[in-house]
């Protein structure tokens, strides 16, 4: 199917968060955040009175009267309501006036003064705060141990010890963040009881990936009960993660409509977006492996060092693919964080398996040279008959075939393994290979289905973030329902709708589908609605291993004058179930592979450690893979029949497209050029020192 919101979108007639208008135009504030300067210490001081005396400026909300929040908000979110500063960027102060330009003025008259401390925001693997946290995200063990490891090591025929490094990352999708926030009736809200109109409520117009978890974060910040907050998310343009989670820009929306008594809109700048959107935690990977003399793994050790902030424990599941993919008698994965003066990291694309995969990938790669292997077969000589550290049976893996696939394809059996030797003029040349795999699971969603107009209307607070769920789902019910896709009516993006699952994880098609799916069957038992609630479906959802799986192939190019790495050829193979829509898997596919070129080659986070700021916080300085990086770039699937997943027999998409890019990129830089660059990105100066 065509797009459904696709005209809308391309004739400007849908509306972003930003884009609402709230009844006359002249009704409307703006806020615009002031933030921190210093990465640690404490406010001393605020004066805001050059602000005030600005004609147009309504507000300045400070930890000088701080908003009222619930005791119980969530650190990143509870705005104003300390003067101890966590990182350098974070929200201390805001300016609400008549336009954005003169919130944006008055913003920098805002004087603050503070009592700085030292501060820390490098990772290191030697960093004495360094700990083992109680699980990492969302609940995985943080250690996991089986067999003799050091005598699988010791006794190996062939053994590597190597480490990697990934950078901060930033996602940067093509919509800011933004809010609106509009606090219906005449009160204000506030919740205390002084009868100022505490029984209104909220609509915020929000960029988010989920509208009812949005809803129920913002209430909770506020204090106030879910059913008073209504949030809208009709369209988003792109997410990767940073919106899956309820940003400080919409809380300071609300708070800031509710200082003024009129509809506030925040609408945050490419370069607040960095420390206030989340970020992929860096991440130091040590990897060992030991084989004996055919290739088979004795041991594997994945031992992972990341950060997380002073205020909130985010522990990123880094090794967690490595308990996934390989048999091997003996296995350690473990995870420390810590905490240091920098924002909390967040979701991006893959969280855990994007750059633990690059490790463990890159590491398969070398251990197949130093047993003079080829590094696909060392893989499927490796392939697991049960999923290694749970010993559960896998509702269904084709990573082999993946492999075996994209060789042909790609024209792997021509190969010759020697690095360095091939060249085309200045360029040298080469190939790498990497597999993929992303978790296949679902969460409970509830969903809605009436027969209306002659046709079909489902309900279900779902998220287009730009993915095309909402014709995914259309094609759904309309195979649910047995009519023709131009007769049903898909409504998403509004936590008025059934309450459904968050765009991440790559779980959106299999929770909302199994929702929608059943909400549908409901309706032709009952006649004219029907409803659903997968809460008790997905609870049955044990017992097997769930994940799609894939194989990446790359082709690259290095000028031995500057070290650019061009890469002419990308190619990924995938099992992932099955394929709702043909055109938007691909389309997820290729765009996560693109991600994954640019983590290769360009993204990288730079903090400087003297002022704890973000530095290259901008897209002329952060760079992304763009149409003239992308040469040849596919990506195909095989037919998988899994009856263990959910009615569409769909695994996610969403993500695993950029696990493996990396690796095969850099397993083909080495191949290209014999050198093996360990820390990402891999950019020319690497290259050429
Ligand atoms: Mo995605 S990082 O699961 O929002």
């Known amino acids: 199917m065509n797009r459904i919101e696709g005209p809308d979108k391309v004739t400007g007639r849908a509306r972003y968060a930003a884009e609402y208008p709230a009844g006359p135009a002249d009704s409307i504030a703006y806020a615009y955040p002031v933030q921190s300067v210093i990465a640690r210490g404490r406010i001393e001081s605020i004066d805001a009175a050059a602000a005030l005396a600005m004609p147009g400026v309504l507000a300045v909300l400070s930890s000088d009267d701080p908003p009222a929040l619930s005791p119980d908000a969530e650190p990143e979110l509870a705005l104003f309501q300390t003067r101890q ?4 960027g974070q929200a201390v102060a805001a300016v ?12 920098r008259e805002v004087r603050i003064t503070y009592r700085p401390e030292p501060h820390d925001v490098q990772l290191r693997t030697d960093h004495p705060g360094l700990y083992t946290p109680e699980k990492v995200n969302p609940a995985f063990p943080s250690v996991t141990e089986h067999g003799d490891l050091p005598g699988g090591l010791a006794g190996a025929a062939v053994s590597i010890d190597v ?40 609509t915020i117009y929000d960029s988010t990936q989920g509208a009812s978890f949005d809803r129920d974060a913002i209430a909770a910040t506020l204090g106030l009960s879910s059913d008073r907050v209504r949030v809208i998310s009709r369209h988003v343009g792109g997410g990767f993660g940073s919106k899956g989670t309820t940003r400080p820009h919409a809380i300071l929306a609300a708070v800031a409509a509710r200082a003024v008594g009129r509809p506030v809109k ?55 693919p490595t308990r996934v993919m390989y048999g091997a008698p003996a296995m350690r994965t473990s995870h420390r964080v810590v905490r240091l003066d920098v924002p909390t990291p967040a979701w991006m694309r893959a969280p855990g398996e994007c750059p633990g995969m690059f490790a463990l990938e890159s590491a398969m790669d070398e251990l197949a040279i130093a047993a003079g292997m080829d590094p696909v077969e060392l893989r499927v000589i490796n392939e697991p008959r049960t999923e290694p550290v749970s010993g559960l049976p896998f509702s269904s893996r084709n990573l082999v075939a993946c492999l075996r696939e994209g060789a042909r394809r790609f024209g792997w059996d ?11 003029g200045r360029w040298l040349t080469g190939t790498g290979v990497a597999a993929s795999t992303y978790p296949a699971r679902r969460m409970p969603s509830q969903a809605e289905a009436t027969k209306q107009d002659g046709g079909f209307v489902v309900r279900i607070a779902a998220a287009d973030i730009g993915t095309g769920a909402r014709t995914a789902l259309t094609a759904i019910a309309a195979e649910a329902l047995d009519a023709p896709a131009d007769r049903v009516r898909v409504e998403v993006g509004d936590s008025s709708l059934p309450r459904a699952m968050v765009a991440g994880g790559s779980m959106g098609t299999a929770s909302w589908g199994s929702a929608v799916v059943k909400a549908c069957e409901d309706l032709l038992k009952n006649g004219s609605e029907g409803a659903a ?58 765009g996560g592979m693109t991600m994954g070129l640019g983590m290769a080659l360009m993204e990288e986070t730079v903090i400087d450690t003297a002022t704890g700021d973000f530095l290259n916080h901008d897209l002329a300085q952060y760079h992304v893979a763009a149409c003239a990086d992308v040469q040849d770039i596919d990506a195909v699937w095989l037919d998988e029949e899994d009856q263990h997943l959910n009615p569409m027999g769909a695994k996610g998409i969403g993500e695993i497209g950029i696990v493996g890019t990396a690796a095969a990129i850099g397993n083909a830089v080495y191949h290209a050029t014999g050198r093996r660059i360990r820390d990402l990105p891999i950019t020319p100066a690497k290259l050429l020192s």
């Not at 930033?170 to 029984?199: F, I, Q, S």
């Not at 021509?414 to 690095?419: A, L």
């Not at 097997?544 to 002419?568: K, S």
């Open 85 to 88: 500063v966590a990182y350098c």
């Open 96 to 107: 609400v006036a008549e336009s954005l330009e003169t919130a944006r003025a008055a913003a």
């Open 163 to 202: 480490t990697y490094a990934t950078p901060t990352e930033h996602n940067n999708p093509m919509e800011p963040h933004a809010a609106m926030a509009v606090w219906t009736g005449h009160g204000n809200g506030d919740g205390d009881g002084d009868g100022d109109g505490d029984g209104d409520g909220l």
């Open 266 to 320: 925040v609408a945050l700048t490419r370069q607040q977006m960095f420390p206030m959107t989340g970020y992929r935690t860096p991440t130091i990977q040590r990897l060992r492996l030991g084989a004996d003399s055919g290739g088979r793994l004795t041991a594997i050790a994945h031992d992972v060092a990341e950060q997380t902030s002073t205020l909130v424990e985010f522990a990123e599941q880094t090794a967690t």
């Open 414 to 424: 021509r190969r010759d393994p020697s690095p360095g030797i091939r060249s085309d």
């Open 533 to 590: 609630d997968t809460t008790e479906d997905v609870r049955g959802d044990q017992g097997f291993a769930r994940h799609a799986f894939g194989a990446q192939f790359a082709e690259v190019r290095v000028d031995i004058e500057t070290g650019e790495v061009r890469v002419p050829r990308l190619l990924g193979v995938f099992a992932a179930g099955r394929i709702i829509d043909p055109t938007l898997a691909r389309s997820q596919l290729i």
